[in-house]
């Protein structure tokens, strides 16, 4: 393939996903490394992406529901309820990982006055403890996605390797009978290096989530303890997470 139909097809790559990895694309390409860089470059130059580490990322942004303000306004309300009774699971003293995402930045808020080891990398969570002196933060580290204001890249995914907490506390795209869902490679990728490092695992979802797949499959309803949601989940969805063993709480 020369270097004008790689490109075409980078920009369709890139139309369905936020991030492509350098390997899919040389082997999606059938190109060499040396060679997909180049296209890279060009496609930089372009304005059509950015180059990052590991790979490349779209410059254009697919929809405001990958923004984190207006993911925050988004049933607040439930949000709030969620986040308290998600708070109620977690001990003083415990290390407790805090995904990215407006539902646990909710959470997050409600651990304001617990004493804890907390590993996030997420922005917005590190700045609700900024003036904390009863929680340590550490944050992961990685490419920062502005958009989402949190880190991400094989640099967050290479620490998050080395830890272990006591729970883990992660928001979601989209629940489904196949199991847990989300939007973009590089989410799912730190999600999983979460799920790994953790002794509980806690999905945070509002009913909206419930019934609908997002792009990339996470985890099985099996890899979670326990999902909190909101008093509008459907019965039918309870009845599916009991069914696989996960503890249900509705706020």
């Given at each position: 393939m020369k270097a004008a139909g790689r490109q075409i097809k980078i920009r369709e790559?890139?139309?369905s996903r936020e991030f492509v990895d350098?390997?899919?694309l040389c082997r999606d390409l059938d190109a060499s490394e040396s060679s997909v860089r180049r296209d890279l470059i060009a496609l930089e130059s372009d304005g059509v992406l950015k180059r990052v580490y590991g790979g490349a990322m779209a410059?254009?942004?697919?929809?405001?529901?990958q923004d984190f303000e207006w993911q925050s306004r988004r049933m607040a309300e439930e949000k709030?309820?969620?986040a308290a009774v998600a708070a109620g699971l977690v001990e003083d003293g415990q290390t407790v990982i805090l995904a990215g995402g407006s539902t646990v930045a909710a959470v997050a808020r409600s651990l304001?006055?617990?004493s804890l080891r907390v590993i996030t990398n997420s922005l917005p969570i590190a700045e609700v403890f900024h003036d904390s002196r009863q929680i340590e933060v550490t944050l992961t580290g990685g490419y920062l996605y502005p958009r989402?204001?949190?880190?991400m890249g094989p640099l967050c995914e290479q620490m998050l390797a080395g830890v272990a907490a006591d729970i883990l506390i992660m928001g979601i795209g989209g629940v489904t009978e196949a199991g847990f869902s989300?939007?973009?490679t590089l989410v799912v990728s730190h999600e999983l290096k979460m799920i790994a490092a953790a002794r509980k695992v806690v999905i945070a979802a509002d009913h909206t989530k419930f019934g609908?797949?997002?792009?990339?499959n996470v985890a099985p309803l099996e890899a979670a303890h326990i999902v909190v949601s909101d008093g509008a989940l459907g019965a039918e969805y309870q009845r599916l997470l009991r069914e696989h063993g996960v503890e249900a709480r509705l706020a």
């Open positions: 790559l890139l139309e350098l390997a899919t410059v254009e942004a697919r929809g405001a529901d709030r309820r969620i304001r006055n617990h989402l204001r949190m880190m989300n939007n973009n609908r797949a997002a792009l990339i």
